[in-house]
């Protein structure tokens, strides 16, 4: 099942794409979490309309909580990254990295990506984004895909000189539109294993990233797990599990994102997430 929110004439509306068009959940909620949170598969109206004629926001379009990221979480991304931490390729980190993108950051399919004038490195990362369907804290590996609903993409944009600016990865993470979502969620049924998806970033056509979620440090199940020690994760919490290699910092020369650039972030069996690069308002 693909589960989406659109913009209605009075607010956000959850629905679900079917092979007839996009049928609104029933009874009517802009509320994707409280549908996760129900399980199953929730009731339509029944009046299909054609995917063309809706405008999608961001499968959930009003975070109660941030989306947690995992950082370098792809061996061959963390081995193009080595030399940046003074490491040998192989180095890889023994537990999950985690951070928080920032909500402000929020953004979804066909949103604007506006390239902030503080920084010259607007970056692209494609990250699988696991959606929890089911409550849970200390959650055992062997149970994590239990608390699994489905998966959705994210475009983890990034501003690198800020990253390294500031030391860390928050702020230069949390800037206004660097969360694109979408651009709908799949549930884990329709998706199969999430730990053996191609991903693939273009960027003005041009293929970029082009791997498999096989590639990942540590699985979903992993993740899952490791996050819920003592931290209760909630139906509707986003968790972006790392990008792959070939991020633009890293080509020569740079190839990070510009205005009027256009760039894809596809995972199988789920779609294709699309942004355009803007420049800020009155330049």
Same mark, same amino acid.
């Given at each position: 099942?693909?589960?989406?929110?659109?913009?209605?004439?009075?607010?956000?509306?959850?629905?679900?794409?079917?092979?007839?068009?996009?049928? *609104?959940?029933?009874?009517? /909620?802009? *509320?994707?979490?409280?549908?996760?949170?129900?399980?199953?598969?929730? %009731?339509?109206?029944?009046?299909?309309?054609?995917?063309?004629?809706? +405008?999608?926001?961001?499968?959930?379009?009003?975070?109660?909580?941030?989306?947690?990221?995992?950082?370098?979480?792809?061996?061959? $991304? @963390?081995?193009? #990254? @080595?030399?940046?931490?003074?490491?040998?390729?192989?180095?890889?980190?023994?537990?999950?990295?985690?951070?928080? %993108?920032?909500?402000? #950051? $929020?953004?979804?399919?066909?949103?604007?990506?506006? $390239?902030?004038?503080? /920084?010259?490195?607007?970056?692209?990362?494609?990250?699988?984004?696991?959606?929890?369907?089911?409550?849970?804290?200390?959650?055992? +590996?062997? %149970?994590?895909?239990?608390?699994?609903?489905?998966?959705? =993409?994210?475009?983890?944009?990034?501003?690198?000189?800020?990253?390294?600016?500031?030391?860390?990865?928050?702020?230069? +993470?949390?800037?206004?539109?660097? &969360?694109?979502?979408?651009?709908? =969620?799949?549930? +884990?049924?329709?998706? &199969?294993?999430?730990?053996?998806?191609?991903?693939?970033?273009?960027?003005?056509?041009?293929?970029?990233?082009?791997?498999?979620?096989?590639?990942?440090?540590? *699985?979903?199940? /992993?993740?899952?797990?490791?996050? #819920?020690?003592?931290?209760?994760?909630?139906?509707?919490?986003?968790?972006?599990?790392?990008?792959?290699?070939?991020?633009?910092?890293?080509?020569?020369?740079?190839?990070?994102?510009?205005?009027?650039?256009?760039?894809?972030?596809?995972?199988?069996?789920?779609?294709?997430?699309?942004? %355009?690069?803007?420049?800020?308002?009155?330049?």
């Amino acid at each position: 099942m693909k589960l989406l929110t659109y913009e209605a004439g009075n607010g956000p509306r959850v629905a679900v794409l079917t092979e007839a068009g996009v049928e *609104d959940v029933a009874p009517e /909620t802009g *509320d994707a979490e409280a549908v996760i949170a129900a399980g199953g598969t929730p %009731k339509t109206n029944g009046n299909p309309m054609p995917l063309g004629t809706v +405008k999608l926001l961001a499968p959930i379009a009003e975070l109660k909580r941030p989306v947690v990221a995992v950082g370098l979480n792809y061996k061959r $991304h @963390a081995d193009e #990254s @080595a030399h940046r931490r003074n490491e040998q390729p192989g180095t890889y980190p023994e537990i999950p990295v985690f951070f928080c %993108k920032w909500p402000g #950051s $929020h953004n979804g399919p066909e949103g604007e990506i506006v $390239h902030h004038s503080i /920084t010259n490195y607007v970056d692209y990362e494609c990250e699988l984004v696991i959606v929890i369907g089911r409550e849970g804290v200390d959650i055992p +590996k062997d %149970k994590a895909l239990d608390h699994v609903y489905g998966y959705t =993409i994210m475009n983890e944009v990034s501003a690198r000189d800020i990253q390294r600016r500031h030391g860390q990865w928050f702020k230069g +993470k949390a800037l206004d539109t660097f &969360g694109p979502l979408g651009p709908w =969620i799949v549930t +884990k049924d329709e998706t &199969g294993d999430g730990n053996n998806l191609g991903i693939e970033t273009r960027l003005n056509g041009e293929v970029r990233q082009n791997s498999n979620t096989n590639d990942m440090i540590f *699985d979903v199940e /992993t993740v899952v797990s490791v996050l #819920s020690e003592g931290f209760t994760l909630y139906p509707g919490d986003l968790i972006a599990t790392g990008t792959a290699e070939g991020v633009g910092l890293f080509m020569e020369p740079s190839g990070v994102m510009k205005v009027g650039d256009v760039v894809e972030c596809e995972i199988e069996k789920i779609g294709i997430l699309r942004n %355009k690069i803007v420049a800020p308002e009155g330049e």
